[in-house]
């Protein structure tokens, strides 16, 4: 099984700054992997898939970067909405997920 | 439009066995790639894969649940099936289904439905 690991567990950021979150591989999944964001008593919403390509309908301000066991998310200019826990996930071999990265306000 | 939406008891006792459904709408499991999976998100924890099953009726368990887990599907009344079988407390968590592509990740995912584990 592929392990994914998060940092930091929270991260607090103010409004209009930029947060930078990271996701770790076992081992390499090349760029399958996913970002999805999570608001309390909701469902994951996809943002980022193949590492850097950004869902329909995600605004402009997520990136993702990274490849192997090496994995960014870069939310800029954060907004009131952003303030969700986040979670990768690969997809290369058997899903796994990595246990997220709570963004709260600061 | 794809939408999915996750059917089955709330509350299950010790050792009994759970059965879940996925009904969904927009797309077709007889489609070429298409998937269905089950993830589910103790309280307050990590999202954790359960299984995938694929319009070619190919299907993934996960490696430490496999032997609890059963997943099939219906086609024509465009359901999928989750069975997990010896309920603990610890199962308590909030099923999803999602939609796959294989090779993927979920990109629809149903609201969820909390099952409680308790005596």
């Known amino acids: 099984e592929i392990v994914m690991t998060q940092s930091p567990a929270t991260l607090s950021v103010s409004p ?16 399958k992997l996913a970002w999805y964001q999570q608001k309390p008593g909701q469902a994951p919403r996809l943002l980022i898939y193949d590492a850097s390509t950004r869902a329909t309908g995600v605004p402009a301000r997520f990136s993702g970067s990274g490849s192997g066991t090496e994995f960014t998310l870069t939310i800029n200019s954060l907004q009131s909405e952003d303030f969700a ?3 990768c996930q690969q997809y290369s071999i058997r899903p796994t ?7 709260e306000i600061k | 439009q794809i939408t999915l939406k996750e059917s089955g008891p709330t509350l299950v006792k010790p050792t009994q066995t759970l059965t879940l459904t996925c009904t969904f709408s927009g797309f077709s499991l007889s489609t070429s790639g298409v998937g269905v999976g089950w993830i ?32 099939t599907k219906d086609t024509s009344k465009n359901q999928v099936v989750l069975t997990m079988t010896n309920m603990d407390p610890v199962d308590t968590a909030t099923y999803y289904c999602a939609h796959e592509s294989r090779n993927s990740p979920f990109d ?3 609201q969820g439905t909390l099952v409680t584990v308790s005596s």
């Open chain 1, 97 to 103: 997920f990595g246990g997220g990265t709570k963004v």
């Open chain 1, 85 to 87: 826990v986040y979670c």
């Open chain 2, 40 to 71: 589910r998100q103790p309280p307050g924890k990590a999202l954790e894969w359960l299984a995938l099953i694929y319009w070619d009726d190919d299907k993934r368990y996960s490696p430490s649940l496999k032997s609890r887990l059963t997943i």
């Open chain 2, 108 to 110: 629809y995912w149903g």
């Open chain 1, 16 to 31: 209009g700054d930029t947060a930078t979150l990271s996701c770790r591989a076992s081992q390499s999944v090349n760029s």
